[in-house]
Nanobody, 119 residues
Framework: VQLQACGGGLVQPGGSLRLSCAAS????????IGWFRQAPGKEREGVSS????????YYGDSVKGRFTVSGDNAKNTVYLQMNSLKPEDTAVYYC?????????????WGQGTQVTVSS
């Protein structure tokens, strides 16, 4: 069971990146998938999420209108398209898969991918 996040890199302000979160060993259809980020010295922040079950989508206020989350069931992968990037978007980005189970919940985390926005 594994989540693999990738797609980070160095980009200039105003640029774009697309992050991918690929699952192996389980099906993302059953989960809510969240993107989080953590910058040095700051707390982890929820960026976006998508639920294949009910189609629910969430964006944090700081990324609304710039980031788009989507999923590809056939590839068992969720994407985060990030446009109009700003220096304050610099962080390590993580994906998380979560679903409730009797008595609690199950969740998995990807290893994180670094996004650096700088000129």
């Amino acid at each position: 069971v594994q989540l693999q996040a990738c797609g980070g890199g160095l980009v200039q302000p105003g640029g774009s990146l697309r992050l991918s979160c690929a699952a192996s060993g389980f099906t993302l259809d059953d989960y809510s998938i969240g993107w989080f980020r953590q910058a040095p010295g700051k707390e982890r922040e929820g960026v976006s999420s998508i639920s294949f079950g009910d189609g629910g989508i969430y964006y944090g206020d700081s990324v609304k209108g710039r980031f788009t989350v989507s999923g590809d069931n056939a590839k068992n992968t969720v994407y985060l398209q990030m446009n109009s990037l700003k220096p304050e978007d610099t962080a390590v980005y993580y994906c998380n898969a979560w679903r409730p189970v009797v008595g609690g919940s199950v969740d998995y985390w990807g290893q994180g991918t670094q996004v650096t926005v700088s000129s």
